[in-house]
């Protein structure tokens, strides 16, 4: 008999001492009382820059609820690969330990999210192949190209048969954190769900009923069990709550941490989450190398919120203050689609405007996808910011795998510039959102 263990050697060590810490994690001293099938507001998970916590308007977190069960016929539910220990999204260790517990048989590994629709599942060992960009934390998303498109597809490169075609993108993305709503214009990647609803409340709901025709392949949720799923969602807060070398993200007047988001509003502004360690002299707080630390992350936000040598700032687009989404909704074309910066096993399409005969590559065209819009080639939606060191890799399609990659990113695509010292700055504030 095959055995999935002999596939994981270093992963299995990794994912086993990642789960150990955070099952055996405290809960913080400021958490709720909670039942068997609740996490307590602000219960920490350890990840790779401290731990992260999630905060319930509702005081603790339901983990029994319409969320958390299936709504279809394949066993997955929407909790199925959006995690409280992975900040509402689901991290590629999440997926491989799944596969390790189950072999590839739990409900998370579908031919819907395998490489190609058509792969071989028939064994473990066919599943380990079949199921290799979901084991990096990547589903497989796509659709047609709009009948009123402004491009068409000239050319498609498809390596592994995951359904690309002239007339259809199939493309692999992460899973967006289903948290921090409350701030907040728009939901999926290219604005699916929320382009022409009303509210993030309506767009909500029309993901929610398309996960459970789609990805839980079911028979229509029914209204209570739609706006369920909708006000469970519409509860989370998630953010780092500790640093590691600085503690407490609430320290000494910092203003981080999921409970503090919970209360703020969805207006436009710099973040000011760390003013209160700008400049923080070492051992007036606590002592000498924390208080540097906590300094550093106050440098970084500044970082963040100032005019880069390029004329941008970060701020400009992540402009929703202190949570980092756009407060507009806007979407952006960050160079991730970029085919230069693609992956193996990525699909690659080759697209020509039918106006001006301009050809571009692209491994998932983002917006233009619902729009048809030449303009709107490869723009995606500005996420919250807040627990990202809670849910790499980043972007869209993963191909960041640390903050640093991703501060490396925006020097190399847009023409940011920092120097190793404010690299490393901006990097300890970001792991601190």
Not at 85 to 114: C, H, M, Y
Not at 144 to 161: H, K, Q, R, T
Not at 254 to 280: C, H, K, Y
Not at 378 to 401: C, E, Q, T
Request: proline share 5%; charged share 15%; with cysteine.
């Amino acid at each position: 008999m095959f055995k999935v263990s002999t596939l994981f050697t270093a992963s299995a060590a990794r994912i086993l001492i990642a789960l150990a810490a955070a099952t055996t994690c405290a809960a913080s001293a400021h958490a709720e009382p909670s039942g068997p099938d609740q996490l307590p507001n602000n219960f920490p998970f350890v990840n790779s820059a401290g731990a992260a916590a999630t905060f319930s308007t509702t005081g603790s977190v339901e983990l029994n609820n319409a969320f958390h069960t299936p709504q279809g016929t394949n066993g997955r539910s929407c909790g199925s690969c959006h995690l409280a220990q992975a900040g509402w999204s689901i991290r590629p260790i999440d997926v491989e330990f799944k596969f390790l517990l189950s072999q590839g048989t739990d409900p998370i590994f579908n031919l819907l999210d395998a490489n190609n629709p058509n792969a071989d599942v028939s064994t473990p060992r066919a599943r380990f192949a079949a199921y290799s960009m979901l084991r990096k934390g990547l589903f497989r998303r796509g659709g047609a190209v709009p009948a009123n498109a402004e491009y068409e597809i000239i050319a498609v490169d498809d390596p592994l048969g995951a359904g690309g075609s002239l007339t259809r993108f199939q493309a692999f993305r992460r899973p967006l954190a289903t948290a921090n709503f409350h701030i907040a214009k728009n939901i999926g990647w290219h604005d699916q769900d929320t382009d022409g609803i009303a509210s993030v409340h309506d767009g909500l709901a029309h993901q929610a009923s398309g996960n459970i025709t789609g990805a839980q392949q079911g028979a229509p949720g029914s209204p209570e069990t739609i706006e369920a799923i909708v006000a469970f969602e519409q509860t989370l807060r998630v953010a780092q709550q500790f640093a590691a070398g600085a503690g407490s993200l609430t320290s000494c007047g910092a203003l981080g941490g999921a409970e503090n988001l919970s209360a703020q509003p969805a207006v436009t502004g710099r973040f000011n989450l760390f003013d209160a360690w700008i400049g923080l002299v070492p051992g007036s707080c606590t002592n000498r190398i924390n208080d540097r630390n906590r300094a550093q992350i106050a440098r970084g936000q500044e970082l963040f919120n100032a005019q880069n040598s390029n004329g941008r700032s970060c701020n400009a687009c992540h402009n929703a203050q202190n949570n980092g989404s756009n407060i507009n909704g806007n979407l952006f074309d960050i160079g991730a689609s970029r085919a230069a910066l693609r992956q193996p096993g990525m699909p690659l399409y080759t697209v020509r405007n039918k106006t001006t005969l301009e050809i571009r590559q692209t491994t998932d065209p983002g917006r233009a996808l619902k729009s048809g819009k030449w303009s709107d080639m490869d723009r995606f939606k500005v996420p919250s910011l807040r627990g990202l060191s809670a849910r790499a890799p980043y972007f869209h399609n993963g191909i960041a795998p640390t903050l640093d990659d991703v501060v490396l990113h925006y020097e190399r695509t847009l023409g940011f510039v920092f120097t190793p010292d404010e690299r490393r700055d901006l990097v300890a504030f970001l792991a601190a959102l």
